[in-house]
């Protein structure tokens, strides 16, 4: 079976440019996760789909932040335009409707602004 | 709102010398416990994890962690370190915001070396 999957690994852009993370969950995952983290410091909540449900934003730091699931499988995080502190490892986690606590975490992507 | 503490950002021990990661939580009810573990260019991967019931629990790799609730903890252990256990090692604790959200709050983690 395969893992959480997050496409790239890594990113390199342009302050002001648009990058698009995407992250597929295991399969029949209802709940998929967002998360990032800077070095050094916690790794923090962005939000929860269930399905292509957003059940928690409460994360988001801003409205250049954008996460799609649509048909409840894949999801995508766009930033849009970033900034130099969006450099970050983005992890994506997913898990069993009637399972939540037990999620499984990509390998994450770095993406690095400059 | 649920915090964790990993009180020491770097550790490094000897190959064979035996490990204890420390980690306290703040949390109003009663946790859901969580050890990951990120070894260089992987994800995360879950070591073990607390819910309820006995208070030593057995993860993988030959882990181990006690939730402690007088003293609000859940301290990482290993009674034999290998090289291949350095990585970057996150405590975190659930807690439900509602319906199946099982959001979880990190600490910073702490860095293992391990010498040969």
């Known amino acids: 079976e395969a893992g959480v999957t997050q496409f790239p690994s890594h990113s390199v852009i342009e302050k002001g440019q648009t990058v698009t993370l995407r992250c597929d969950p295991i399969?029949?995952?209802?709940?998929l996760y967002w998360y990032r983290r800077v070095m050094g410091k916690e790794i923090k909540f962005l939000l929860h789909?269930?399905?292509?449900?957003?059940?928690?934003e409460s994360g988001m730091p801003n409205n250049r932040f954008l996460a799609e699931r649509t048909g409840g499988t894949y999801s995508t995080l766009k930033v849009q335009p970033a900034e130099l502190e969006d450099s970050r490892v983005y992890f994506c986690?997913?898990?069993?409707?009637?399972?939540?606590?037990?999620?499984?975490f990509g390998q994450g992507t770095r993406l690095t602004v400059v | 709102a649920q915090s964790v503490t990993q009180p020491d950002i770097h550790i490094t021990v000897s190959e064979g010398a035996s490990l204890e990661l420390r980690c306290n939580y703040s949390?109003?009810?009663?946790?859901?416990l969580f050890w990951y573990v990120q070894s260089p260019g992987q994800g995360l991967q879950l070591l073990l994890k607390?819910?309820?019931?006995?208070?030593l629990v057995q993860g993988i790799k030959g882990f181990e962690a006690e939730f402690k609730r007088s003293q609000s903890s859940f301290n990482l252990r290993k009674p034999s370190v290998h090289w291949s256990d350095a990585a970057e090692y996150f405590c975190?604790?659930?807690?439900?915001?509602?319906?199946?959200?099982?959001?979880?709050?990190f600490g910073k983690g702490t860095l293992l070396t391990v010498n040969p």
């Open positions: 986690a997913s898990s069993q409707l009637d399972r939540g606590r037990n999620a499984f």
């Open positions: 789909f269930v399905k292509e449900s957003k059940q928690d």
């Open positions: 607390y819910f309820s019931g006995d208070t």
């Open positions: 975190a604790v659930g807690a439900s915001s509602g319906g199946s959200n099982y959001k979880l709050t």
């Open positions: 949390y109003g009810a009663t946790p859901y």
């Open positions: 399969s029949g995952h209802d709940n």
